[in-house]
């Protein structure tokens, strides 16, 4: 295990006794079984065509449940119990133009694919945005490079005219080009935003982390028409729990907006609808809403019949 | 109130929206249909998938499937026979005896005069299937929505496994099947002292997410002792206490499902894919995987098991009503979060994919 980049490091793992490695494909990624008890899946990082090692990198997640830290607190020979690779990202072999696109620790199935298109002789571009710079993994190997290796690095504590920015790139990627992202979530999103409007990109990418559930949106007010009294519902938090905060107990079942428990008569106010049992008629009605999810639309004040 | 007189008037039968929204919705899925090993002489072999009659059968190795019934007068294929026509397999109609090769082009028809061609009319519809984990998968519709689902541990030779055929088909539809096996706030009630205990019903602390094809759901969750859980196989096994447990749950959308539970003993992997005979009937088959206490003589221990726990449930999952998962602005149901959570979102998904539409 090495250090490659602050709060990443890179494992090799090689197999126990004689058992021999089931073969991958770039952009695979095995489950990890971490000491932690936890399941964690890790992208492969080395070239497919090796037989006699996995190469995972681990990033330490501060907010995560343990599993990474837990990888982090592994000395060398250490055994892991790993599943077999599978692989839900592969590289297309064909000769349209190939971008990888990586944000953060999503770089390491995008480093095994450069390492193929290397072999291959396929020229590629690599755009790399990382938070800083001491946050670059792989740095040898981009340095090295290798005919037909473009490759871009992206900070966030650059100049701004440096940083990683989703439009221009999105303006700037060939036509027809094939685009593998792998990222934060966040970034992923903004990318795929900024590509909508170049219908000719196929674009390409690997989720890691479960994708954020649609959470609460901007602050709005509420205010209960029968008892006389208003609060601001923060971005953080739903109707449903501002109301708690304020001693007031709404009926509620699932709290995910699926029962219909907690229908409440709206007054007045724009609704931000987010359930799943009222219908798109009802939504457009606009005199009702499940105030353990939907929210009011930012800026608006909801009047309740509460 | 509306809603209300839906309710009331809801008894045992589905509506006819309810049970097509459910035989459409689910045809472009791959479904569980046969165990190969019913197919090594060749077939053929009937089954049932979605309220249709279908007919298997394995024509120079090749697996087809058609529907169930001849293009001629009707008369069941699945009765057929195995023959060769011009050096290749058919299958032979029994009642007078046209014979259908792979693709359903039929192949011959002993009644045709001198001269006449066999019309393209004749054909049957062939559907896609495929054999993996030792089971056959039927798709009937072009195009499957879902490849079937990943099933690593099958492949993994450090794992034993054990088969369950359930004799009987279950009184229920798949959905309700998968939901059953979801969900976990009934092991303390259903299999008390195996999966759980009644003094602690608390749920655990879900994370639920959609991952390409699965919906995945982790928590952590303490159970007894037991085969599920600890190496019986060790001296000091009897007097372990309760066990610590990383459950994942995998569930292929949206008849597939592979709970992995990870222990200090090792991983036990109960995996189960549904065939929807009908609305109200399902066939399970079950694979259970384990990479600890290796000896195969436990095999039937653990057969044993699982079979014990399979009938707990039996007799309440057969007993839901209405038969198909109802959608939420029915309002038939109660879920209640958090400790439901998973569930309410498997039947988000099954909403979207336009399997649950009606009651
Ligand atoms: S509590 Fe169920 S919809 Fe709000
Ligand atoms: S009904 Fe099949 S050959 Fe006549
Ligand atoms: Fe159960």
């Not at chain 1, 070239?47 to 996995?54: A, L, M």
């Not at chain 1, 903004?190 to 000719?200: E, G, I, L, M, Q």
């Not at chain 2, 479904?31 to 120079?60: F, K, M, W, Y």
Request: hydrophobic share 40%; charged share 20%; net charge negative.
């Amino acid at each position: 295990m090495t250090a490659i980049a602050e709060g990443i490091v890179a494992f090799e793992l090689v197999p126990e006794g004689d058992t021999a490695l089931l073969p991958f494909t770039a952009g695979a990624h095995i489950d990890v079984y971490t000491p932690s008890g936890h399941v964690r899946q890790y992208s492969l990082v080395n070239d497919e065509s090796e037989r006699h090692r996995y190469i995972v990198a681990v990033q330490w997640d501060a907010a995560g449940r343990g599993g990474s830290a837990s990888m982090h607190n592994l000395g060398v020979g250490a055994v892991l119990h790993v599943g077999q690779p599978r692989n839900t990202f592969e590289l297309v072999r064909d000769d349209v133009p190939t971008v990888l696109l990586a944000g953060g620790i999503g770089i390491t199935p995008l480093i095994a694919m450069a390492h193929v298109l290397l072999r291959r002789g396929r020229p590629f571009e690599l755009h790399y945005a990382v938070r800083a710079d001491n946050r670059v993994a792989f740095r040898d190997f981009l340095d090295r490079g290798g005919d037909g290796m473009a490759c871009a690095i992206y900070r966030d504590d650059d100049p701004p005219e440096w940083r990683f920015d989703a439009g221009s790139l999105a303006a700037r990627i060939k036509d027809g080009a094939r685009v593998y992202m792998c990222g934060p979530s966040g970034f992923m999103d903004a990318v795929s935003r900024a590509c909508a409007s170049r219908p000719d990109i196929d674009l390409r990418l690997e989720r890691f982390a479960a994708p954020e559930p649609a959470g609460p949106g901007p602050e709005f007010t509420v205010s209960l028409a029968r008892r006389g009294l208003s609060v601001p519902v923060p971005a953080g938090a739903t109707i449903l729990e501002t109301l708690r905060g304020e001693g007031i107990e709404p009926d509620v079942s699932c709290e995910q907006g699926v029962c219909g428990t907690c229908l409440t008569t709206v007054l007045e106010g724009q609704i931000d609808h987010r359930d799943y049992f009222l219908s798109a008629h009802d939504h457009k009605a606009g005199d009702r809403m499940l105030i353990c999810v939907s929210r009011g639309k930012p800026g608006t004040t909801l009047v309740l019949d509460l | 109130m509306d809603d209300l007189k839906l309710i009331t008037a809801l008894d045992d039968a589905p509506s006819p929206e309810a049970i097509t929204g459910f035989r459409t919705g689910m045809m472009p899925f791959w479904h569980p249909v046969l165990e190969a090993s019913a197919l090594e002489c060749g077939g053929p072999t009937g089954v049932r998938l979605l309220g249709r009659n279908l007919v298997l059968a394995r024509l120079d190795g090749e697996i087809v499937v058609f529907p169930d019934v001849c293009r001629h007068f009707q008369a069941r294929l699945s009765l057929g026979t195995l023959v060769q026509v011009n050096g290749e397999q058919a299958l032979q109609c029994p009642y007078h005896g046209w014979a259908f090769g792979t693709g359903g082009r039929c192949v011959r028809i002993p009644q045709l005069a001198p001269g006449r061609k066999i019309p393209m009319t004749a054909n049957l519809t062939s559907y896609r299937a495929v054999e993996r984990y030792g089971i056959i998968w039927v798709c009937l519709a072009d195009e499957a929505t879902f490849p079937i689902p990943d099933f690593p541990e099958m492949g993994d030779t450090s794992f034993r496994k054990v088969r369950l055929r359930e004799t009987k088909p279950m009184r229920t539809s798949s959905t309700r099947m998968i939901m059953g096996t979801l969900d976990d706030t009934h092991f303390p009630w259903v299999h008390e002292g195996i999966l759980g205990d009644r003094n602690k019903p608390e749920p655990p602390n879900h994370k639920v997410w959609r991952q390409d094809n699965e919906l995945v759901v982790q928590y952590e969750v303490e159970q007894p002792p037991g085969l599920m859980t600890t190496d019986m196989s060790r001296p000091d096994a009897q007097r372990a206490g309760p066990v610590r447990i990383l459950y994942t749950d995998h569930v292929g959308m949206p008849n597939v499902i592979r709970l992995v539970k990870d222990t200090d003993a090792g991983r036990y992997v109960i995996w189960l894919a549904t065939s929807p005979v009908d609305y109200n009937t399902t066939i399970n088959f079950w694979i259970f995987a384990r990479n600890y206490d290796l000896n195969p003589a436990s095999d039937a221990a653990y057969e044993a098991m699982s079979a014990h726990v399979r009938l707990q449930d039996k007799p309440i999952i057969e007993s839901q009503r209405p038969w198909l998962i109802p959608p939420f602005w029915t309002r038939v149901e109660l879920p209640m979060g958090p400790g439901d959570l998973p569930l309410m979102e498997y039947q988000k998904w099954i909403e979207e994919l336009g399997i649950a539409t009606a009651i």
